[in-house]
């Protein structure tokens, strides 16, 4: 199966950045609105990974969201798990999974860490108690924001140690070009031409191997601002591709039957 997931996040959510300067200029609403609108015209179901704090500004889009589609929650804040403890991990998961339970009037079972940061096995021990039963955190490579984690980038089950539980692990796709890897989502999603994602898609398929996408709202705002506090490459990798995805998004919709977690 091929599953499509979205982490709902302000633009200004990218890491070592100062967001404060930017909280000003909301774009979550505008930028999902057509996401939202590409997910109509193809006819597909997904799974959003809410950010706790950007739920209160978008109360009225949570909930519609909520009553169409899959949902989980992304944290309260955007922080890479490595800099939190079991106690402000515990204290920022529950706090996202009560709002986004709030407003949705449903039970969140999800949860994706920031950064696909997830490391530590004692934190799947938190995810449990906190009612966590699937979880999209884990990585089959070595990247950026964490740490090889798992061998195989298919759907499994993990183990909480010293006890009979599991949690269903829903890794992100990855891909490899001559030894460079990276995952089949957001910055990468916009800038790998339309047919290479299409030939990985069609392989894996092939191979009868779940494939997991990921996207983000800012991934198809083509008029997404320029930080000022960052480099010029910096907001060249932030905005790299963005006015083609939303088109190779809804091609790749179109080609392929994609769903929600759930």
């Not at 200004?12 to 939202?36: I, Q």
Request: with cysteine; proline share 3%; hydrophobic share 35%.
């Amino acid at each position: 199966m091929n599953f499509l997931t979205i982490d709902f996040e302000e633009w200004y959510n990218v890491f070592g950045v100062d967001t404060s300067k930017y909280e000003k200029e909301k774009r979550l609403k505008e930028s999902c609105l057509s996401l939202l609108e590409v997910l109509e015209e193809t006819n597909t179901s997904a799974t959003f990974f809410f950010l706790g704090k950007d739920i209160k500004d978008n109360k009225d889009l949570v909930k519609l969201i909520s009553s169409k589609y899959d949902i989980g929650i992304h944290g309260y804040e955007h922080k890479l798990l490595q800099h939190l403890d079991i106690h402000s991990f515990k204290e920022d998961t529950l706090k996202a999974k009560e709002i986004l339970e709030d407003v949705s009037n449903k039970v969140v079972t999800k949860y994706r860490a920031a950064g696909f940061s997830l490391e530590k096995t004692e934190f799947f021990e938190v995810l449990c108690d906190c009612g966590i039963k699937i979880d999209s955190s884990l990585s089959a490579i070595n990247h950026q924001y964490g740490k090889k984690t798992i061998s195989l980038d298919n759907i499994q089950q993990i183990h909480i140690p010293n006890t009979e539980k599991y949690i269903k692990e829903y890794p992100p796709t990855i891909f490899n070009i001559i030894g460079f890897k990276g995952f089949l989502g957001g910055g990468y999603f916009r800038i790998l031409p339309y047919k290479f994602i299409h030939n990985i898609i069609l392989s894996r398929q092939n191979q009868k191997k779940d494939t997991l996408i990921y996207i983000h709202p800012r991934d198809i705002d083509e008029t997404l601002p320029y930080m000022n506090d960052v480099s010029s490459f910096r907001n060249f990798k932030n905005r790299v591709g963005v006015s083609k995805t939303k088109n190779k998004l809804k091609q790749i919709l179109t080609t392929f039957p994609f769903t929600s977690i759930e």
